[in-house]
């Protein structure tokens, strides 16, 4: 049997949401992060930054605007250091200035996707997949790269039974 491995960014605390700032109890994408176990089964590992985004929203996103200007790989808290017994990846981030954050980045580039298939998620406010799909075919060299969901983030919590049927034909 198949096994299944979430590896997802979230951001709880202020977030843009349907135009204007909210204070989320939990991130968007941790919330369709589960609704994918729920569904499927799997691990779920958390990206989680050593240096810790503002609170602040709008200084958030202005680092976050500063780390992709630069390509930057920030430094997590904790690495996956194979995908060895995963076959299904699923790789969930919110859309920060056209991709996942760049920490996602530092976890996908440390590890060896040959053999693996890949499902792209975002969680965006107007943005769709951006260049998510793109990027991890980049970034996740020897895997199938199949096709994502984009969750529009005010819409999470209502999510499930897309998430759920999206996850499930995915793995298909």
């Not at 919330?31 to 994918?36: D, G, H, S, T």
């Not at 390509?71 to 790789?91: C, H, M, Q, T, W």
């Amino acid at each position: 049997m198949a096994k299944n491995l979430i590896i997802y960014y979230s951001r709880k605390g202020e977030n843009y949401v349907n135009g204007g700032v909210k204070e989320l109890a939990k991130g968007n994408t941790e919330i369709v992060a589960e609704f994918i176990q729920s569904a499927v089964g799997g691990d779920l590992f958390q990206v989680e930054t050593v240096k810790e985004y503002p609170k602040d929203y709008y200084q958030c996103i202005e680092e976050a605007q500063a780390e992709g200007r630069a390509n930057a790989r920030p430094e997590l808290k904790a690495y996956l250091d194979s995908l060895e017994g995963y076959d299904n990846i699923f790789v969930c981030g919110p859309i920060w200035w056209g991709t996942y954050p760049m920490a996602v980045f530092t976890q996908l580039e440390k590890l060896d996707w040959t053999g693996k298939k890949v499902m792209p998620l975002t969680t965006h406010e107007g943005s769709g997949l951006a260049s998510c799909e793109r990027d991890l075919k980049k970034t996740c060299k020897g895997a199938k790269v199949s096709k994502g969901l984009a969750v529009h983030g005010a819409d999470a919590a209502k999510s499930e039974k897309a998430v759920s049927a999206w996850a499930k034909k995915s793995i298909g």
